[in-house]
């Protein structure tokens, strides 16, 4: 799999990961404000992987 993979595609990838993580700090950070901290990050950790789900179809859908 990642033998015909550009450094390009590699980082987009990467960066996909990422987003997951982002998504669950800030949803840890906002609903810590709000006192819903476990709600709030689970909503913001599923919407992360839903839009890296997503993004990750259109790259596989690209190449």
Do not use: D, H, N
């Not at 689970?42 to 259109?58: K, M, S």
Request: proline content about 0%; overall charge positive.
């Amino acid at each position: 799999m990642l033998k015909g993979m550009s450094v390009r595609e590699g980082f987009e990838y990467f960066g996909l990961s990422l987003t997951i993580l982002v998504f669950a700090i800030a949803g840890y950070l906002i609903g810590r404000e709000i006192g819903q901290t476990v709600l709030v990050t689970l909503l913001a950790t599923l919407f992360g992987i839903f839009i890296t789900f997503y993004e990750a179809w259109r790259l596989a859908k690209r190449g």
